[in-house]
């Protein structure tokens, strides 16, 4: 089994993903950790394209894997060797208040994570507007080739059958 899922920072991604990866005993690979160099001190660091698309191969050669992330222009291979493909497609209010709830879960040590400062949280909550308003239009364009494996969420109950079988 090979999933992928998609969709704004925010939407659920990787809580779906690792209730998934639980559910079915299969590993979760989070493309921040591929994108994003996080054994530099300074937040923001990417990784060396090279290093990046190489860690994608690896992971694409594993009999069964669930992939998690916002990035759709270099992981076209993904998408392709998906069994089904999940589209996050939360509302607005949601996906921010739970940006800005995991920053806070972050600052005050309740949630692991990356070393994000205020400044780079204003930054994503106004880049998620641009990708739900033109990204996600171009994601939903270069799916149209895999519409019969594509499932849009658009609310938690959704998640919560597929997780739970009701």
Do not use: H
């Amino acid at each position: 089994m090979k999933i992928r899922i998609i969709g704004c920072s925010g939407s659920g991604k990787t809580y779906f993903a690792k209730r998934l990866s639980k559910k079915y005993n299969i590993p979760n690979f989070d493309l921040d950790d591929i994108q994003w160099d996080n054994s530099q001190n300074s937040y923001g660091i990417k990784m060396p394209i090279e290093k990046r698309d190489q860690m994608l191969k690896d992971i694409l050669q594993y009999p069964n894997w669930i992939i998690d992330g916002v990035y759709y222009a270099w992981v076209q291979q993904s998408f392709e060797e998906a069994n089904i493909i999940y589209v996050m497609d939360m509302p607005k209010w949601l996906y921010k208040f739970r940006i800005i709830k995991r920053f806070i879960k972050r600052k005050i040590g309740l949630e692991k994570g990356k070393k994000e400062t205020l400044k780079t949280v204003c930054k994503l909550l106004k880049w998620t507007d641009t990708f739900q308003n033109t990204n996600m239009k171009e994601i939903i364009k270069i799916l149209e080739p895999y519409k019969g494996k594509v499932v849009f969420i658009k609310k938690r109950e959704e998640i919560n059958r597929i997780l739970y079988n009701y």
